[in-house]
Structures are given as structure tokens and as C-alpha cells.
């Protein structure tokens, strides 16, 4: 009963802060905004959500988080329910940074970027490229060793936030001979560095969230290695670790309280001739379909992260639960708001992957079902490791 009501306290406290510190306009604010309003922005709300502790809950007690599982599942709660604008651009920093200085970087790399990212230091990664996306294995950047520096070239795609960045993390090749994952290495990136050269790309949104990244001659020095060189694969398994768990359980409850309810709202709207979509049967059944599907969602995520010992496909299976079914509920709404709603395309630069701009909503959807391993290879893994199907073949790597 103490923990319950521990926990209750929690809620209560992290709900009065929300009422207090949570801006009512920033939707109507952060639309239609200029890169420097949201970048200013973000920073801003990720500095208050850190002076509150709420801010990296999942980093050890040491470094400013240590909340219990149960308090980060709540934090989470309020945090969606109260329609809190999302940590869109320190995302990378704070997850895929952290989890890996933590778990594979020295204490000299700790200590030099871990209080640097809670003072705003943003990150970028530089994981796939052209030619090796969802076969990250198959990278061809190369980093050449040059006495007590690694002289990189190469190029990125899909690099998230790079033109905002400070630092990236960095996959290369340093055994061009060996088996391909026992030939990477994995770097600490500064993106000021001369050689380097950011393009953002345009995509069919009007946004230009993702970039390439071209690596000409970047002198990295070695020191700025994570974990021994040609091991590269092994660090960035804890790296792509952070893109599941609690993010994934943020993103179910943002789903819940903000999309379904949304959709909703848009299913009871009056069409000119005074029928609601609501008023069609079929439209009934699919909304109810859809929330039976989001409280599965949100049940699921909540028992993955509460888990001491996942299997190995249970990330696979959220990742995989959760891209799809947005793609479902966007879709559902496109659909739904008509040719009205191809008219509504723009959204706030820091909100989620629902905005309430279904035909954006929809076409960003699509983004889900490719980073982080495509929705192929999430089967895959599925069937391999947690159905124990036998296994596709595959080339010595």
C-alpha cells in the first residue's frame, strides 16, 4: 500500500506541475515556425523539464534520472495526457547518446558529454547510408587510421536533426578485410570539424527532418573511439536499444491520449449536409476496432518495460505493434477528414507523430515503418528469435 501511494503522490505532483508548466499554445506557437523559434524552443522546454527532474528519468540517479520504472510509466501518463510538447530534438541525446556513453564509452567520454548534453549539446546519427540502411552491416565509410587519428570518408542518409547538431555518432569502417560487422568501429563525431558537409532533404511532408551527411578527409582523434576498434557492432546494439522501451511506452500513451481522442473529435465533427461520420455504422465498428488496438498498444508497452528479462523479439514485436498501427489510425483520419484535410498541411514543429494534421500525419507514418529496422526485419527477428523459425541464410558476417 506505501508503494501505491508513493506512486499516487508522484502522479499528483508531476500532474500539478503539467497544469502549472506545460504551454497552452504552443500547437498554435510552434506552427509554422522558423528553425531558430523551434530549436530556441526545445531547448527552453528541455531545460525546464530538467530543472522539474523530469527530463532523462531512464539515466542513472548519478547523472540526474533514477526514477523507478513505476514512475517513469506515470511521468509518461501525465506528460501525454496533458498534451506536453515532446523532446523532438534533444530525442538523439539523451537516448541514443546516453545509453551509449553509458554503456560502452569511457569515464573521460562520460564525463565530458553526459553534463554537456543536459546543458543542450544535441547529437545526430550516422548510421545508414546510400547503400546500408536496414543492412547496416553492409556500411562503406571508411576511417583510416593516421597515427593518433582516424581520417573518415563517406557519406550518411537519414540523419535526423543533423543540421542542428553539435556531435554525431558515428559508424565506419576500419577493416575494410574483415567479415563485415567485425570490421566497424564506432566514433564520437564533432560536427564542427572541417570536412564535413550537412544537406538537409526535403521530404514529400514539406520538412526537412532528415539529411545526408558528407565526409570528406574528418580527422576524428582516437580517443573519440567508442569501445575497442573493430567492435563498432557490438556498441551500437546498445544504442539501438534506446530506440525501444520507454520511448516506445511515451509514444503508445501520446497515441491514447492525443490520436485516438482527436480522431474521435473528427468522427462527431457536422459534414455541410448535418450527418456526422459517427452516424455511419462502419465508422463505429473501425474507431472501436482502432481502441481496442491502442489499449493493447499501451497495455503491451507497459509490461515490456516492467520486464526484469524481455525476450529477444519483444522490442521487435512493439516496434513493429505500434508503426503499423499508427499508419492504421493516420490513415483511418485522412480518410476521414476528406478533401478538407488535404487543405490542412501544416503541423507544430514539436508535437508528435499525431498531430491532428492527418494527411501529414499519414504521410510521416510511413517513416516508422523503415528506421530502426524496417517492418520486414522486425518479422523476421520475430519469427527467428521469438518463434524460433529457422533462420534465413545469411552471409558470413
Keep these: 500500500m506505501s508503494k501505491n501511494r508513493d506512486l499516487e503522490n508522484f502522479r499528483t505532483k508531476v500532474r500539478e506541475w503539467c497544469r502549472a508548466h506545460v504551454p497552452v499554445d504552443w500547437r498554435t506557437s510552434q506552427t509554422g515556425v522558423s528553425d531558430e523559434v523551434f ?6 522546454w528541455f531545460a525546464e523539464l530538467h530543472t522539474a527532474g523530469f527530463a532523462v528519468p531512464h539515466w542513472p540517479a548519478e547523472w540526474g534520472g533514477g526514477m523507478s520504472v513505476e514512475q517513469q510509466v506515470v511521468l509518461y501518463q501525465e506528460l501525454a495526457a496533458h498534451d506536453a510538447p515532446r523532446l523532438v530534438l534533444p530525442f538523439v541525446s539523451i537516448h541514443h547518446a546516453a545509453s551509449t556513453l553509458l554503456a560502452a564509452g569511457s569515464e573521460e567520454q562520460r564525463d565530458r558529454h553526459l553534463p554537456a548534453i543536459l546543458a543542450g549539446e544535441i547529437w545526430c546519427q550516422g548510421f545508414s547510408e546510400p547503400g546500408a ?7 562503406s565509410t571508411t576511417a583510416r587510421k593516421d597515427g593518433n587519428n582516424y581520417i573518415v570518408n563517406g557519406q550518411k542518409l537519414w540523419a535526423s536533426g543533423a543540421m542542428y547538431a553539435d556531435w554525431c555518432l558515428l559508424l565506419a569502417r576500419t577493416d575494410p578485410e574483415a567479415p563485415q560487422r567485425r570490421g566497424i568501429s564506432y566514433f564520437l563525431m564533432d560536427m564542427r570539424s572541417p570536412g564535413i558537409d550537412v544537406r538537409p532533404i526535403r521530404q514529400a511532408t514539406g520538412e526537412s527532418h532528415f539529411c545526408e551527411i558528407f565526409l570528406n578527409d574528418v580527422v576524428i582523434p582516437s580517443s573519440a573511439m567508442v569501445g575497442p ?14 530506440e525501444r522501451g520507454m520511448t516506445m511506452l511515451e509514444l503508445a500513451e501520446r497515441l491514447g491520449h492525443g490520436g485516438f481522442p482527436w480522431l474521435v473529435e473528427l468522427c462527431a465533427e457536422r459534414r455541410a449536409d448535418g450527418t456526422r461520420p459517427l452516424d455511419d455504422a462502419a465508422v463505429v465498428d473501425r ?30 514485436i512493439v516496434k513493429l505493434y505500434y508503426s503499423e498501427l499508427l499508419q492504421r489510425m493516420t490513415d483511418f483520419g485522412a480518410d476521414i477528414a ?3 484535410g488535404q487543405t490542412k498541411l501544416r503541423k507544430p514543429m514539436s508535437s508528435g507523430w499525431e498531430s491532428g494534421s492527418w494527411v501529414l500525419d499519414f504521410i510521416g507514418s510511413w517513416e516508422w515503418t523503415i528506421p530502426g529496422g524496417t517492418s520486414e526485419i522486425q518479422r523476421t527477428i520475430i519469427g527467428e528469435r521469438g518463434l524460433g523459425l529457422p533462420y534465413e541464410p545469411r552471409s558470413n558476417q
Design 39 to 44: 530549436v530556441q524552443f526545445q531547448k527552453d
Design 133 to 139: 540502411g536496414s543492412d547496416m552491416a553492409a556500411l
Design 229 to 242: 576498434e573493430n567492435e563498432g557492432w557490438r556498441v551500437a546494439q546498445e544504442t539501438l536499444g534506446a
Design 287 to 316: 474507431l472501436a476496432t482502432l481502441e481496442i488496438e491502442v489499449t493493447g498498444l499501451r497495455d503491451l508497452c507497459a509490461e515490456f518495460v516492467g520486464n526484469d528479462s524481455p525476450g529477444q523479439a519483444d522490442a521487435s
Design 338 to 340: 476528406g478533401l478538407a
